[in-house]
């Protein structure tokens, strides 16, 4: 029997990529190497993504229609070629990020995104190259206090991959789900939908060369936690807590999860936010609303230093409404603690990256 191309071809027109439906032929994903030698074939098959959840399909079912439709006996060989680069493996990613600083705290509403937000703007003041990737994804917050609800971000074909490009603002790169979901439908999600896309948000992502990716992450200990600390190797933490005793507590939980031998991220420091109230027309005046110098003290027992003392002051919450966050405006007070805390940040990561060996990611269970 004499095997000629178009026998190999209608073969393969009679095949569907399940991704677009389309014939193997008509979708043009047979490259024009096919080659014949007696009763052995071989040829390409083009896939546009790398991973294809199809691939492995789809090149059984094309040598099975070559042995249903031209003959048995045939030796087909294919070779997989993919327009898509492969996603850097975990701990791999992000090569070109300096260094990572997770945002953390044990309870919720303490002020993780007001200080995320306002350390990245701080950060990028003082002319670091700054991301923002807002990791909350059942509770962005970060479209909402850069004013960036209306964003929409698209993808772009960067060095063989389809990569996000984040959002630019106050010098700062920001990536968050919000932009991509109604955050009211984010709940309806299933295991392991969240944790996709937080992957995609750091790996399918342009960031570029940064010299700080700063992580605003979700109250508590979470999956979430545990997809991040899996595929970034986080260089520390700043731990945000109130001086009231719930949230000390909780913070502690927090400090625990990253001290833990399995994770080993180093805690760079604790942020005391809502220290206290001063009211504009008694400046002098310090009122100790949440309990006095509770996270101070937490900072001694835990050998681990005090980064700052953030006030309550009423512009910082209307400045996070407005979507322009304090450290913006030059002269106000709150941007002054802010930028003390980015220079106390910089300096306790030096500090880190000078004593200590590179975090390591958490390995998966397999
Ligand atoms: N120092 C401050 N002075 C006044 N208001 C503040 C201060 N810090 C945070 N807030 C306000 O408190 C509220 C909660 O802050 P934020 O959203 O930053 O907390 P969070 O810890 O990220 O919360 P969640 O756990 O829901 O993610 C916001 O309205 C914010 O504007
Ligand atoms: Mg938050």
Request: aromatic share 6%.
């Amino acid at each position: 029997m004499n095997i000629y191309p178009k026998l190999i071809t209608d073969a393969l027109a009679t095949v569907r990529y399940p991704g677009t439906g389309k014939n193997l032929v008509e979708g043009g994903m047979v490259e024009d190497d096919l080659r014949i030698d007696g009763m052995h074939v071989s040829f390409s098959l083009l896939f546009e993504k790398n991973p294809d959840p199809f691939m492995k399909s789809v090149v059984k079912a094309a040598e099975t229609a070559i042995h249903t439709f031209v003959s048995p006996e045939v030796k087909v060989e294919i070779a997989v070629k993919s327009a898509q680069a492969p996603r850097p493996e975990p701990g791999k990613m992000l090569p070109q990020v300096k260094n990572v600083i997770a945002v953390s705290s044990g309870k919720g509403g303490v002020g993780k995104s007001t200080v995320a937000a306002n350390l990245a703007v701080s950060l990028a003041r003082l002319g670091f190259r700054v991301g923002l990737l807002d990791a909350d994804i059942f509770g962005p917050s970060v479209p909402k206090m850069f004013h960036l609800e209306a964003e929409r971000i698209f993808a772009e074909q960067r060095g063989g991959r389809q990569l996000l490009i984040p959002a630019f603002k106050y010098g700062v790169k920001i990536l968050s789900i919000g932009f991509f979901v109604n955050p009211d439908t984010a709940t309806l999600w299933r295991g392991g939908m969240a944790s996709n896309a937080l992957k995609q948000l750091i790996a399918d992502a342009d960031w570029g060369e940064l010299d700080y990716l700063v992580l605003d992450t979700p109250p508590g200990t979470s999956d979430i936690h545990l997809t991040l600390l899996q595929n970034l190797a986080i260089t520390g933490a700043v731990i945000v807590s109130t001086p009231q005793a719930v949230a000390l507590a909780d913070a502690r939980k927090g400090i625990d999860m990253y001290r833990n031998d399995k994770v080993n991220v180093p805690i760079l420091g604790l942020v005391e936010n809502m220290a206290w109230f001063t009211p504009a027309e008694l400046p002098e005046n310090k009122y100790y609303i949440f309990g006095r110098e509770g996270v101070k003290k937490l900072a001694e027992e835990m050998h681990t230093p005090l980064l700052a003392q953030l006030p309550l002051v009423q512009s910082v919450c209307e400045s996070g409404d407005e979507g322009e966050p304090a450290a913006v405006a030059e002269n106000h007070i709150m941007a002054v603690h802010f930028l003390d805390l980015a220079r106390r940040v910089v300096e306790e990561t030096e500090k880190r990256n000078r004593e200590l060996p590179a975090t390591s990611i958490v390995e998966m269970k397999k």
